[in-house]
């Protein structure tokens, strides 16, 4: 079975610029979950998505934005990149949105503004 | 307002020792505690997750224990390997169900 799959690995973006970031979860994985990591704060949640629906949203600034579609494919959106948006942003799936389920990450996708 | 910590940051024993990794979470009212390895530059692999109801899981030379009273976690490498070295994070959900993790403990096996 695939893993979580993120793309693309690496980007380079200007400020100001905007990005969206793909993720495509395990096959028959109906959650995603978004996490941007900094060597500063470590690794932080920004949103669930689980059957098109947002479930769960951390602190982040409403720059930060998601989707997901019908096939559990989710994407996510930065609108007017700022330096300290650098970060590797990783996604995770799990099967359903049940607390038992483990989540499974992809390999994250290394953003870097300038 | 969950909160996760591990300490130490870094650590560095000798190849063959048995190492404890420590997690302490100021909720106890959680469901589950997983544990992590992320080597450099890439993504998290799912090392152990323990239910509420459980007090310890097993796989392999990894053992990790769970005591929701204390707000305690800890993993157990026995014989550690060169290869274990990675960057270990725990992650504990809090009240409203987003995953908090810990900043990792960075691990080095020396040869």
């Known amino acids: 079975k695939a893993g979580v799959t993120q793309t693309p690995r690496y980007l380079i973006k200007t400020r100001g610029q905007q990005v969206t970031l793909s993720c495509s979860p395990i096959?028959?994985?109906?959650?995603v979950s978004w996490y941007q990591q900094t060597p500063g704060q470590g690794l932080q949640f920004l949103f669930e998505?689980?059957?098109?629906?947002?479930?769960n949203k951390g602190n982040f600034p409403g720059r930060f934005s998601g989707r997901q579609f019908s096939n559990s494919r989710s994407e996510m959106n930065v609108s007017t990149l700022e330096l300290g948006d650098s970060a590797l942003y990783l996604c995770?799936?799990?099967?359903?949105?049940?607390?038992?389920?483990?989540?499974?990450f992809g390999p994250g996708t290394r953003l870097t503004v300038l | 307002k969950q909160e996760v910590t591990q300490i130490p940051a870094a650590l560095s024993v000798p190849e063959g020792e048995n190492l404890v990794l420590n997690c302490s979470f100021t909720?106890?009212?959680?469901?589950?505690l997983q544990w992590f390895r992320q080597d450099p530059g890439k993504g998290l692999t799912s090392l152990l997750l323990?239910?509420?109801?459980?007090r310890e899981q097993t796989s392999g030379r990894l053992n990790a224990s769970l005591d929701k009273s204390s707000g305690r976690s800890t993993l157990y490498i026995a014989a550690s390997q060169p290869g274990d070295s990675a960057t270990y994070l725990c992650?504990?959900?809090?009240?409203?169900?987003?995953?908090?993790f810990g900043k990792g403990t960075r691990l080095h096996i020396l040869p």
């Open positions: 992650a504990a959900p809090g009240r409203d169900d987003k995953i908090i």
């Open positions: 995770a799936s799990r099967r359903l949105h049940e607390r038992t389920d483990t989540q499974y």
């Open positions: 323990i239910q509420s109801s459980q």
């Open positions: 909720d106890s009212a959680i469901y589950n």
């Open positions: 096959s028959g994985h109906r959650s």
């Open positions: 998505y689980f059957s098109e629906t947002q479930r």
